[in-house]
């Protein structure tokens, strides 16, 4: 039923775009770590589900509130649209998150753990310098620490899980030059020099991880070699990540061994 006044229709799409970041790659990241460490821990259940939940509102409230300060520290009346996604998102996290930190003290390390990352993001939004590439590194450490978290949370001990994390780490870590080398960077020479050579460089250290994440690996190395240069447009770009990325998380639930529980 819909409710008296609530906006429908291409308002609501509009509305809802508004709360949702479109910071599209991130939700990648976001989800294939927090997916692998679930689903290669032995007892995946609610409280997984629950903490992917406040994960995902964490992200919303935290993305919103760094966007205000962007805008309002410049005195520009559009920081007023991310006041409420901000609070409402966070007041959200606080509901689903507190219980979560209640009946697993431990996960409260956890955040503190990610509050130097987070502090790193805040200060680039604060100046104005969120495609800096130290701001997307350090958005990509606490994003594939959520792997060991989440498998934890699952039964797995964490020490069995740091293959799978790194290897999120080595990939997501690579789409942050990659990507620049296609959209922002995409007439920098130096910029595709380094992305290949972190690939070449990444492909190496995956290797010596699994020998099943050499073909991933390789296709991301062809792609970060291959494609810059070539014109794609914004949506293929982000349609090749979705598919590497989905390559990563079935790679790793197909070969990783299963660990031990706690």
Known sequence: MVRTG???????????????????????????????????????????????????????????????????????????RHRRPALVSAAAFAVVGVPLAVLYPWLLVACLLAGPFVAVNTYHAWRGRERALVNGLAAVVPACGMLLVAGRLAGAEPEALWRPAAACLLYFAGTVPYVKTMIRERNSRA???????????????????????????????????ALPGRGLRVPIVGAVELAASLTLLTTLLLTTPSPAGV
């Open 6 to 80: 609530a906006a429908t229709g291409p308002r609501a799409g509009a509305q809802r775009s508004t709360w949702l970041p479109d910071q599209h790659g991130a939700w990648a990241m976001l989800a294939v770590p927090f997916l692998a460490g679930t689903f290669l821990a032995p007892r995946p259940g609610w409280a997984n589900a629950a903490l992917f939940a406040a994960w995902l509102l964490g992200y919303v409230a935290a993305f919103h509130a760094q966007q205000w300060l962007r805008l309002s520290t410049r005195g520009l009346r559009s920081a007023r």
């Open 191 to 225: 910029y595709r020099a380094g992305s290949v050579a972190y690939h070449a460089a990444a492909l190496a250290a995956a290797a010596c991880l699994s020998p099943w994440l050499v073909l991933p690996f390789t296709a991301y190395l062809a792609r970060a070699a």
